[in-house]
């Protein structure tokens, strides 16, 4: 399993992320933090550069919503993904390709985003 959790501290806005793996995990997670935007893990097959394009569109002022859309239903669409996005502001939000199914879970809410999901299976995916 690959589980990453991205936080958000309300005293001092800072962000911090986390990622444990129980196997290697291949290249298939990436996180990038951009000071005053936010924060983005992507476990998956998707395009790689997706967490920058994330964070661009998240600094250009897209809302939450819109960037899952763009990352799941444009043009840079995996069958296999799952990833977490955190504004500087506390927002966060997550999407699971129904691919994953079992595989994967997610974890929402104001101050944090988590992502959890079965290595193995997204090797198996993705390969």
């Given at each position: ?16 992320v986390g990622t ?22 992507i476990h998956s ?75 193995s299976k997204l ?5």
């Amino acid at each position: 399993m690959i589980t990453t959790l991205l936080g958000r501290c309300e005293s001092t806005n800072r962000i911090a992320v986390g990622t444990v793996s129980d196997e290697p995990i291949l290249g298939k997670s990436r996180t990038i933090v951009r000071a005053q935007i936010g924060a983005v893990v992507i476990h998956s097959g998707l395009t790689l550069g997706s967490e920058v394009l994330a964070l661009n569109l998240l600094d250009m002022g897209y809302s939450l919503a819109n960037i899952v859309s763009q990352m799941t239903e444009g043009t840079i669409t995996s069958h296999c993904h799952q990833f977490a996005l955190i504004k500087a502001n506390g927002m966060s939000q997550t999407s699971t390709s129904k691919t994953l199914g079992a595989n994967a879970y997610e974890l929402t809410g104001t101050n944090y985003a988590g992502s959890i999901v079965s290595s193995s299976k997204l090797i198996s995916i993705s390969a």
